[in-house]
């Protein structure tokens, strides 16, 4: 019985994997031919069936830029760049529809030791740290073998060093996926759906609009009460939005 259920499991993981794969393959077709809406139309369908990915996040990005929705261009690439955050084409390519938002929002000043810390544990993601440290560990491990069954002092002292510094090494890499977890699981970004929303100074339609945001400006939620979102912006003002105007970007 088990065997039976372990074969029809793997067939089904097969039949979804064709399937996603034919999607992804007349999409690519579409998108070539300038038949933007058809090719949107088959991505979001592999996204329906659980698969997620840079490169499919990427491909709508591209998608939805062609058919001028800058909203949903900038969401998709925004997506492709939490799982792949060091990656040219997609900040090249979501730079270029950032440019075609309204809103012009100057981001606080940052000093350049704040610049270098967030670029370096930004370079990847905390998974991909956290693959890093189990390499180091690894090396770590033979380097310490090594030193055991090395012969001559000089080569024992290499392994020793070596070991050090892929301990160090390792320790890093954790310290640093521990912090980028820690800032993935605080940070909240959303992308504003709505052509124009007026951002509100409190949680009611009765309050009044502080400020005016567009289509495809990015947000970071602070919290959430009823049908209305706080948020901030780049630049450190904060304000309210009815939820359904904007769009959680880690919603995997």
């Given at each position: 019985m088990v065997r039976v259920l372990t074969i029809l499991t793997y067939l089904v993981c097969t039949l979804g994997f064709s399937q996603n794969e034919q999607l992804f393959n007349d999409a690519t077709t579409f998108y070539n031919q300038g038949e933007y809406t058809k090719a949107a139309n088959n991505y979001l369908k592999?996204?329906?069936?659980?698969?997620?990915?840079?490169?499919?996040?990427?491909?709508?990005?591209?998608?939805?830029?062609?058919?001028?929705?800058?909203?949903?261009?900038?969401?998709?690439?925004?997506?492709?760049?939490?799982?792949?955050?060091?990656?040219?084409?997609?900040?090249?390519?979501?730079?270029?529809?950032?440019?075609m938002t309204l809103d012009a929002i100057e981001?606080?000043?940052?000093?350049?030791?704040?610049?270098?810390?967030?670029?370096?544990?930004?370079?990847?993601?905390?998974?991909?740290?956290?693959?890093?440290?189990?390499?180091?560990?690894?090396?770590?491990?033979?380097?310490?073998?090594?030193?055991?069954?090395?012969?001559?002092?000089?080569?024992?002292?290499?392994?020793f060093i070596c070991s050090l510094i892929f301990l160090l090494s390792t320790v890093l890499a954790v310290i640093v996926a521990y912090l980028q977890f820690s800032n993935?699981?605080?940070?909240?970004?959303?992308?504003?759906?709505?052509?124009?929303?007026g951002i509100k100074s409190e949680p009611n339609d009765r309050s009044q609009a502080i400020f005016n945001l567009h289509a495809g400006t990015k947000v970071n939620v602070l919290e959430q009460l009823n049908d209305w979102k706080k948020i901030e912006i780049s630049d450190g003002t904060t304000g309210w939005i009815p939820a359904e105007d904007i769009k959680i970007l880690k919603d995997f």
């Open positions: 592999i996204l329906e069936n659980g698969e997620h990915s840079a490169e499919l996040y990427f491909n709508l990005g591209n998608t939805y830029y062609k058919l001028n929705k800058i909203a949903p261009s900038i969401y998709y690439y925004e997506k492709a760049l939490l799982l792949k955050p060091n990656d040219s084409d997609i900040k090249n390519n979501l730079a270029y529809a950032q440019n981001p606080l000043p940052q000093t350049a030791i704040s610049k270098l810390y967030k670029k370096f544990i930004t370079y990847l993601s905390f998974d991909q740290w956290a693959y890093v440290a189990v390499g180091f560990m690894m090396l770590f491990v033979c380097c310490y073998i090594a030193f055991y069954y090395f012969t001559f002092s000089s080569q024992k002292r290499i392994a993935f699981q605080s940070e909240q970004p959303a992308i504003v759906f709505s052509e124009e929303v």
